[in-house]
């Protein structure tokens, strides 16, 4: 559990204190009040900090023991996280930010790339700079670069939290395609609004 709750003898939570396992091939929601560290989970299973007690295991192996390289791998190859605040490049266009990743990643071709972008409405934003695009528009860029890589488990940090229930069922439907066709987990989180039309493996109360 992360380091600043250690004091709070009264915190309920099914993650913290707990032993809790991920499954590829599962979906699952992560319920959350805000401050109750939903980012930072995200966060410790990506391997951005460390400030907790408990151990986190992939594959039995403790993750305190990777270094920078590994750590590289595995979110180039293994793990997906779609940031709650983006963490894009306001200067580039929206197809410049996908296509940074794409080209370390080698991952998918640009017809399935525009596809994607036509599904969620924003075909005619691919040269837009991205810092001219509502935050809405730049969830699903967010998400379409979060797609371009190969994954065991994406983790998508409040995906939706300005979008409308049509584009936040298109996302949905888009990145469990993705996972489907992958064999890979989803961990999605919320704080109230969430995809809908998924159909989750268990709801976890943080």
Not at 4 to 30: E, M, P, Q
Not at 66 to 84: P, T
Request: hydrophobic fraction near 40%.
């Amino acid at each position: 559990m992360p380091a600043v709750f250690a004091g709070n003898k009264c915190l309920t939570s099914d993650v913290w204190r707990h032993d809790i396992a991920f499954d590829k091939g599962r979906t699952y929601l992560v319920e959350a009040a805000s401050g109750t560290g939903k980012s930072t989970m995200c966060s410790y299973i990506i391997g951005y900090r460390n400030d907790y007690s408990g151990r986190i295991l992939f594959d039995g192996e403790d993750i305190r023991s990777y270094g920078d390289a590994r750590w590289a791998e595995i979110r180039k190859r293994s793990i997906s996280l779609l940031f709650q605040e983006l963490r894009l490049f306001p200067e580039l266009t929206a197809w410049e930010n996908i296509a940074i990743k794409n080209q370390l990643t080698g991952h998918k071709q640009d017809a399935e790339i525009r596809g994607w972008f036509e599904r969620l409405g924003i075909e005619d934003k691919t040269d837009c700079r991205l810092g001219l695009m509502s935050y809405g528009q730049q969830q699903r860029v967010a998400m379409i670069r979060a797609l371009v890589q190969p994954f065991d488990f994406i983790v998508a940090d409040e995906p939706i939290s300005h979008l409308d229930e049509d584009n936040s069922c298109i996302m949905a439907d888009i990145m469990h395609e993705e996972a489907v066709k992958q064999g890979a987990g989803m961990i999605v989180t919320s704080i109230g609004k969430h995809m809908s039309n998924l159909k989750y493996d268990y709801i976890i109360k943080l």
